[in-house]
């Protein structure tokens, strides 16, 4: 006998890498709440599959009505996704950097190879100029400082994360103007950091390849860059 349970929730936005992610319980970036409806439930097992239609109602204290739901929920979908979108990016940023951490460790192993040592440095400014595409999105020293966030508000990952749970957390509540205001700038700043990182790897990491290539090195690979 298995129990499955719903916990009424669309599924959460993307995690940073060694975050899980959950519904806002202390498990990492909120699910937006579904609202009332029909929802259809299929279980598959193996090649067998079975469905049920599920009701969602409301709350019934609650005077909330068919808009507020569908407004609150449109928001906190959009702003769902916006924070999937950030930390997509600071994933990506991740992974290149441990690359050239390992690949930094690699050269420096081989202080007598000359075309090493060029490929040391290069390695080096690429890193500076990932830092410098990253400082906007995200601190990375918050984790090990209780109070970085004093200094670190303006980050566009805890502006986003704070903004999806001001949306998501009220019952039926619709998201107010400057909710609304807050999430249109926050989406054009991802889309301006977005094409930065594109043109970043599409310029920057392709010549620094072109060379790795050149000198026998491992190239750098970023998941979900083309």
């Known amino acids: 006998f298995h129990r499955v349970v719903w916990n009424l929730t669309y599924d959460p936005p993307l995690a940073l890498f060694g975050e899980e992610s959950g519904s806002g319980g202390g498990g990492g970036p909120r699910a937006p709440s579904v609202p009332p409806g029909k929802y259809r439930v299929t279980l598959r097992a193996g090649d067998r599959t079975q469905s049920v239609t599920l009701d969602v109602v409301a709350d019934p204290r609650s005077h909330a009505s068919e808009a507020d739901f569908r407004e609150q929920t449109r928001a906190a979908l959009e702003a769902r996704d916006l924070v999937t979108e950030v930390n997509q990016e600071i ?9 050239l951490e390992t690949l930094e460790y690699v050269l420096l192993s081989n202080p ?14 690429l890193q500076q100029t990932l830092d410098r595409i990253e400082e906007p999105l995200y601190n990375r020293g918050a984790a090990n400082d209780s109070k ?23 019952y039926a509540q619709r998201p107010t103007e400057a909710s609304l205001e807050e999430l249109a700038v926050l989406k054009r700043q991802a889309a301006e950091q977005e094409k930065r990182f594109d043109d970043f790897a599409r310029k920057d990491l392709a010549t620094f390849n072109h060379a790795a290539a050149a ?7 970023v998941p979900g860059v083309q």
């Open 91 to 99: 994933n990506q940023i991740s992974a290149l950097r441990q690359q």
């Open 112 to 125: 007598k190879n000359d075309s090493y040592g060029q490929m040391f440095e290069q390695a080096r400014t």
């Open 148 to 170: 970085a966030y004093l200094h670190h508000l303006s980050a566009l990952h805890d502006r986003s994360l704070r903004l999806l749970g001001a949306i998501a957390s009220g």
């Open 215 to 221: 000198a026998g090195v491992s190239q750098l690979f």
